[in-house]
């Protein structure tokens, strides 16, 4: 913990204002309480871990001050602290919230709002997480969490990336409303190695939880309240999703012809036998970005290829399909079935506005949707109105 009580009563942070030599003359003739339990706390100053305060006894209060915290999660802690203050807003660090029995690592005001800040390093349970949101919800709080930035982004230099999300770090992903369809989803991550943050956003489904994102990055001296968010993509930025997307969407089309030479049922190939199409010849409008793509593990060309065959089945075009066809079609694949009737239906749109014909697969063999979609929807997602 960075913040304790000396003997007159008086609160302490431990800010990086203060030199190591300052605090071991000042730790000889003070004594420090923890501002909780009010026991002893020990001032430790060594030259690896930035200095902090530690009870000198086991007490139950060690749990609510989660000792164990690494030197990175502390280090984040004092730096976000320094940032709020530099941006002259009342911050408090560690502050005990007694009415819900909850510790943030920061509780910032701005405007009239309390803001607790959780800075998380480490992996925990997401009950844990649900929990304490559902805690701050009470009281009113709307609090913001910045994970650590993985370590596969952190040495990213690239504006593109493909990276995939753990459990736990989709549930960080927060979802910014910018007009009535599009959604803005970001991924806040910090670094307090290199004081800065990485921000992944304009997730673009792969497969499985493989996405194509946009990755930039921002200095802590340059960050704001509320904090900034990304940018539109620009041009080369959507050429190289499209790049990447389109790569993926090969990878799998040559990879699936490795199932039948084992002799793996599979019902993608299935249908694309029965279509009479090899996969990898497959027209460029099956396997396109679709908003809500990702309610499917599955690639979208092997969804979409699925839909476009139960399409035929009923011998019928996409332009006369109704929801209960939808919702039946739905019923064969894992997820969340209301999320992939909207992709669905998204996708259905598409064909009809390009005017597909779904028995023609010799059609439109070559053209590159995804560069159209992707440019159409990035647009759509910045416009103010
Ligand atoms: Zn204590």
């Known amino acids: 913990m960075l913040t304790a009580l000396t003997s007159d009563g008086k609160q302490v942070v431990l800010t990086r204002q203060l030199s190591l030599t300052s605090l071991r003359e000042w730790r000889k003739n003070e004594s420090f309480h923890c501002p909780q339990c009010k026991e002893p706390v020990l001032l430790k100053v060594g030259d690896i871990i930035i200095p902090h305060f530690a009870h000198l006894k086991q007490t139950t209060c060690r749990d609510s001050f989660s000792e164990g915290e690494s030197?990175?999660?502390l280090l984040g802690k004092i730096q976000l602290y320094e940032l709020f203050s530099h941006l002259q807003l009342p911050t408090e660090i560690e502050p005990y919230l007694p009415d819900i029995r909850q510790r943030p690592d920061l509780l910032v005001t701005w405007q009239k709002d309390k803001i607790p800040i959780e800075f998380q390093c480490s992996t925990i349970p997401i009950a844990h997480i649900l929990e304490r949101n559902a805690g701050y919800h009470s009281?009113?709080?709307?609090?913001?969490?910045?994970?650590?930035?993985p370590?596969?982004?952190?040495?990213?230099?690239?504006?593109?990336?493909?990276?995939?999300?753990?459990?736990?770090?989709?549930?960080?992903?927060?979802?910014?409303?910018?007009?009535?369809?599009e959604t803005l989803s970001v991924f806040l991550t910090y670094n307090p190695s290199k004081q800065q943050f990485h921000y992944l956003s304009h997730f673009i489904h792969l497969r499985g939880t493989a996405f194509a994102m946009c990755h930039s990055?921002?200095?802590?001296?340059?960050?704001?309240?509320?904090?900034?968010?990304?940018a539109t993509p620009s041009t080369k930025d959507i050429e190289e999703l499209t790049r990447q997307y389109q790569s993926a969407r090969r990878k799998y089309l040559r990879s699936v012809i490795g199932y039948n030479q084992r002799g793996i049922h599979h019902r993608f190939l299935?249908?694309?036998?029965?279509?009479?199409?090899?996969?990898?010849?497959?027209?460029?409008?099956?396997?396109?970005?679709?908003?809500?793509?990702?309610?499917?593990t599955e690639s979208?060309?092997?969804?979409?290829?699925?839909?476009?065959?139960?399409?035929?089945?009923?011998?019928t075009t996409a332009f006369q399909l109704n929801r209960s066809f939808l919702h039946s079609f739905i019923k064969t694949f894992e997820g969340d079935s209301s999320r992939q009737l909207e992709a669905c239906q998204n996708y259905v749109d598409f064909l009809r506005e390009q005017r597909i014909d779904i028995y023609r697969l010799d059609k439109l063999m070559g053209r590159d949707f995804v560069l159209e979609i992707l440019s159409g929807r990035f647009l759509a997602m910045h416009a103010r109105n």
């Open 71 to 73: 030197p990175t999660h």
């Open 139 to 149: 009281v009113n709080m709307n609090p913001i969490w910045i994970v650590l930035t």
């Open 151 to 181: 370590p596969t982004v952190q040495d990213s230099l690239a504006f593109v990336l493909t990276h995939r999300f753990t459990q736990f770090q989709q549930h960080f992903i927060r979802h910014i409303h910018s007009s009535a369809k």
């Open 217 to 230: 990055v921002m200095r802590i001296k340059h960050q704001t309240i509320p904090f900034a968010i990304p």
């Open 270 to 296: 299935r249908a694309c036998y029965e279509m009479r199409v090899q996969p990898v010849q497959l027209p460029g409008w099956i396997g396109v970005p679709t908003i809500g793509e990702e309610a499917f």
């Open 300 to 315: 979208d060309c092997e969804w979409q290829l699925l839909l476009i065959a139960a399409i035929r089945q009923t011998r």
